[in-house]
């Protein structure tokens, strides 16, 4: 199983970008996708998350400015990334779930490689 995320970049605050991870070896319509991102000197936190039922939950501190979604025929999900600020940078992960829509990092069973998001103010 791989899951190879991408898109990552530099953005200036205020700006917009799109994370993919698409999947080989297991297929997103069984899985929860779920996304999680490590800044510096931090611990890796949810951000968040889209169930095979497409039941989606985030993080309050992205609420109303990411959007999980996926693409069940091309077995990738995505992350848009809105209004984007200083505090948003962070190598950010995707991984699988087969056991439902959780928020805990003990709970997905696979993860990507990482994709480096920085936002300059």
């Known amino acids: 199983v791989q899951l190879q995320a991408s898109g990552g970049g530099l953005v200036q605050a205020g700006g917009s970008l799109r994370l993919s991870c698409a999947a080989s070896?297991?297929?997103?319509?069984?899985?929860?996708a779920g996304w999680f991102r490590q800044a510096p000197g931090k611990e890796r936190e949810f951000v968040g998350a889209n169930s095979w039922t497409s039941y989606t939950q985030y993080a309050d501190s992205v609420k109303g400015r990411f959007t999980v979604s996926r693409d069940n025929a091309k077995n990738t999900v995505y992350l848009e990334m809105n209004s984007l600020k200083p505090e948003d940078t962070a190598v950010y992960y995707c991984?699988?779930?087969?056991?439902?829509?959780?928020?805990?990092?003990?709970?997905?069973?696979?993860w990507g490689q990482g994709t480096q998001v920085t936002v300059s103010s």
């Open positions: 070896g297991l297929s997103f319509r069984s899985y929860t």
């Open positions: 991984a699988a779930s087969a056991r439902g829509l959780f928020r805990a990092m003990s709970q997905y069973d696979y």
